[in-house]
């Protein structure tokens, strides 16, 4: 009982550690842009190609993206692995 608890708690520990290591090293280089770009190609239903961010800024716990495509500007927020979008126009 003992081993098995050892082993589950192990287990938790490195998945735990190996996921938050890449959400920091976003966090850390902002390297979200390509994902900032094709999630909100999806979300927007405008292809990549068409998409350009104008600006990028470091907030809080994150990234904020501009990105402006298909006639409208759009806030891509970043933290880790969690992003959240907003249109302005």
């Known amino acids: ?5 050892i082993l589950v708690v192990t287990m938790f520990t490195s ?4 996921n938050s290591c890449g959400a920091y090293a976003r966090l850390l280089n902002g390297d979200n842009e390509p994902n900032a770009i094709k999630n909100l190609s ?8 068409k998409l350009k961010v104008i600006s990028k800024r470091k907030i809080s716990m994150g990234y904020r ?7 409208k500007i759009y806030d891509t927020d ?3 692995t ?8």
């Open 42 to 49: 999806v979300t927007a239903d405008c292809p990549p190609e």
């Open 78 to 80: 970043y933290s880790g």
């Open 82 to 89: 969690i992003h959240s979008e907003r249109v302005k126009n």
């Open 65 to 71: 993206y501009q990105i402006e495509g298909c006639g």
């Open 15 to 18: 998945t735990f550690i190996l």
């Open 1 to 5: 009982m003992k081993k098995t608890f």
